[in-house]
T-cell receptor, first 113, second 111 residues
Framework: GDSVTQMEGPVTLSEEAFLTINCTYT??????LFWYVQYPGEGLQLLLK?????DKGSNKGFEATYRKETTSFHLEKGSVQVSDSAVYFC????????????FGGGTRLMVKP | DTAVSQTPKYLVTQMGNDKSIKCEQN?????MYWYKQDSKKFLKIMFS???????INETVPNRFSPKSPDKAHLNLHINSLELGDSAVYFC??????????FGPGTRLTVL
């Protein structure tokens, strides 16, 4: 079956450091890929998405490129802020009747001033 | 003007009780979902409804029963609560086969 694997956290960085959170997937078809973010005490917010190979999703300084050859969708940001501290979830999704998201285990990011 | 709302935000109850969690969306979506997030933050789909009809029912105990009175609401009723039901439950909604938007979550604690 389909699955998503993320790097285990927590990831601890200083403010203005470069961020990479790895995400790889196993899929039987051609899914869309998503990053969701969960700030402390809140629900999940869609951060960015990519619907086909080589697409780049970007939002709020974050970006991720859909790499079919390496089955990856790594999240990057050039300069993190304390306010980026959250749990980040990678997910895959098929736009079919089921429309269900399959999530990775989440990666906690802690940014220190 | 919250897009996807859930009530209550926190729910503390005793083992064996029956409880409900309500979800409402004002986005005009026709598909709604329930996800469970365990203590390790792992998220898994439980149910999906499209136009008030069940389209996904993952391996979930029969004690969990979703109810969709209309397209804007999907409630989750849980009978005979067990310790292992303690988790955060998220409601989500989408247009059919489109991107999902999540509610703020309901933290259920079973004592």
């Amino acid at each position: 079956g389909d699955s998503v694997t993320q790097m285990e956290g927590p990831v601890t960085l200083s403010e203005e450091a470069f961020l990479t959170i790895n995400c790889t997937y196993t899929a039987t078809g051609y899914p869309s890929l998503f990053w969701y973010v969960q700030y402390p005490g809140e629900g999940l917010q869609l951060l960015l998405k990519a619907t086909k190979a080589d697409d780049k999703g970007s939002n709020k300084g974050f970006e991720a490129t859909y790499r079919k050859e390496t089955t990856s969708f790594h999240l990057e940001k050039g300069s993190v802020q304390v306010s980026d501290s959250a749990v980040y979830f990678c997910a895959l999704h098929y736009y079919n009747a089921g429309n269900m998201l399959t999530f990775g285990g989440g990666t906690r990011l802690m940014v220190k001033p | 003007d919250t897009a996807v709302s859930q009530t209550p935000k926190y729910l503390v109850t005793q083992m064996g009780n029956d409880k409900s969690i309500k979800c409402e969306q004002n986005l005009g979506h026709d598909t709604m979902y329930w996800y469970k997030q365990d203590s390790k933050k792992f998220l898994k789909i439980m149910f999906s409804y499209n136009n008030k009809e069940l389209i996904i029912n993952e391996t979930v105990p029969n004690r969990f029963s979703p109810k969709s009175p209309d397209k804007a609401h999907l409630n989750l009723h849980i009978n005979s609560l067990e310790l292992g039901d303690s988790a955060v439950y998220f409601c989500a909604s989408s247009r059919f086969r489109d991107t999902q938007y999540f509610g703020p979550g309901t933290r259920l604690t079973v004592l």
